[in-house]
């Protein structure tokens, strides 16, 4: 009996794989809400671009009951996340947008968790309140204070080699 494990190494690899790729994008690329996109809200969206595609077919692609969509189907699907095709058939595109949304990802979190604190709370109520023109001033601010401590932290360690 032959061993099947040194061909495709993009199908026997289940974090290649078609569903795993597309199960990724839904779970990554979620809108303003938080919660992922549902099969008939994208099915919605390419039809809407004129690409005929049904939830069904999107839940059989989640599902790797499906796993072969049509080049039309997958540039439509790449297209609504955002990503290249070739996200889906080619290893270094795969891991290059991967790693790039894996750290959107932990930035989303990262605002989500300071956005929490009272601190940034108040500094957007305040900033509310403002004219255009003084949120601009304030947002100026921001970025000087952060360029300041930027420098200060390269320096920190800019002294150590």
């Known amino acids: 009996m032959m061993d099947h494990t040194d061909g495709d190494t993009c199908a026997d690899d289940p974090r290649r794989g078609f569903t795993a790729k597309l199960n990724f994008l839904f779970a990554t690329i979620v809108p303003a809400g938080g919660r992922e996109y549902s099969n008939a809200r994208v099915a919605g969206a390419i039809c809407a671009t004129g690409v005929q595609i049904s939830p069904s ?3 059989e692609l989640r599902k790797g009951r499906k796993d ?3 080049l039309k189907h997958l540039q439509a699907l790449a297209d609504f996340f955002g990503v ?3 996200y889906f058939l080619d290893a270094a595109t795969h891991d290059r947008v991967t790693h790039r949304l894996e750290q959107l990802r932990a ?4 605002l989500r968790e300071l956005a929490a604190t009272n601190e940034v709370q108040m500094m957007a109520l305040r900033a509310g309140e403002l004219s255009s ?3 601009r001033q304030v947002a100026d601010m921001l970025e000087m204070v952060h360029r300041l401590e930027q420098a200060e932290r390269h320096g920190e360690h800019g002294d150590e080699g």
């Open 107 to 110: 930035e989303q979190q990262r």
């Open 68 to 70: 072969n969509p049509t």
């Open 84 to 86: 290249p095709p070739a």
């Open 57 to 59: 077919y999107i839940w």
């Open 133 to 135: 023109k003084g949120r």
